[in-house]
């Protein structure tokens, strides 16, 4: 068995904000503007998902240019991919799922990471390594609220990044929950506002969102 993770001084990314928005960088250009708008809603933590050809250089562009951000990658799937974004400025890693081997390159990047789970089994696993923070994902498809509810007693030590499905109406209920620290999402950041490049609007609805957390606490 591995032994666990030392304690790191970077602060936890399920601490940085209420929501992490899961980004899609189609078009370079819009990378520095839409995390502009984020981080001035209130969302420092920025998950951009590498799914487009242009997610790694949207990554060190928002790095290198945007103040205030924490720029993370997502969907991480490959231990190669590790060294790749976090030289391109990446500070937190985000995975779908997990497996040892890439566990072990997440683990020595230097970086935070929140490997991917949708099973108890899976997040016992994890808390053998010594992983405690994780991405619990899709979260709708597995369970939703009830599953991580059910999760709580047994499993108090293991916490939570809902991800899949979410929106701002289910959010609350999610971060309500005393296992879960934030929820991704990419309701903030709507189709036709990026297409249309209207920050404006993105930035309010990411306010909105930075604003959930006190909804949550007082239910």
């Known amino acids: 068995m591995s032994s666990p993770l030392p304690s790191s001084p970077a602060p936890s990314v399920l601490d940085l904000a209420p929501v992490v928005p899961v980004v899609v960088v189609d078009d370079l250009a819009d990378a520095v503007p839409l995390a502009r708008a984020l981080v001035a809603g209130g969302l420092p933590a920025i998950e951009v998902t590498l799914r487009t050809p242009v997610a790694l250089d949207a990554i060190r562009a928002i790095a290198g240019e945007v103040p205030g951000a924490v720029v993370g990658a997502g ?4 231990p190669d991919r590790v060294g790749e974004v976090v030289a391109a400025g990446a500070r937190f890693l985000v995975s779908p799922g997990w497996t040892d081997v890439l566990l072990d390159a997440m683990r020595s990047s230097g970086v935070p990471f929140l490997p991917g789970v949708s099973t108890t089994s899976e997040v016992v696993a994890l808390l053998e ?8 994902f899709p979260a709708e498809a597995a369970g939703g609220t009830a599953y991580l509810k059910a999760l709580a007693a047994p499993l ?3 916490r939570f990044c809902p991800t899949g499905g979410i929106g701002p109406g289910s959010a609350p209920d999610y971060l309500a929950l005393p296992n879960v620290g934030c ?3 990419s309701w903030m950041l709507p189709k036709d506002a990026v297409a249309g490049r209207d920050w404006g609007r993105v930035e309010a609805l990411a306010r909105e969102a930075a604003a959930l957390s006190a909804g949550a606490t007082s239910r």
């Open 75 to 78: 969907t991480v799937i490959t």
């Open 129 to 136: 390594r010594g992983v405690r923070e994780m991405k619990f």
């Open 156 to 158: 108090p030590q293991a």
């Open 183 to 185: 929820v991704g999402g």
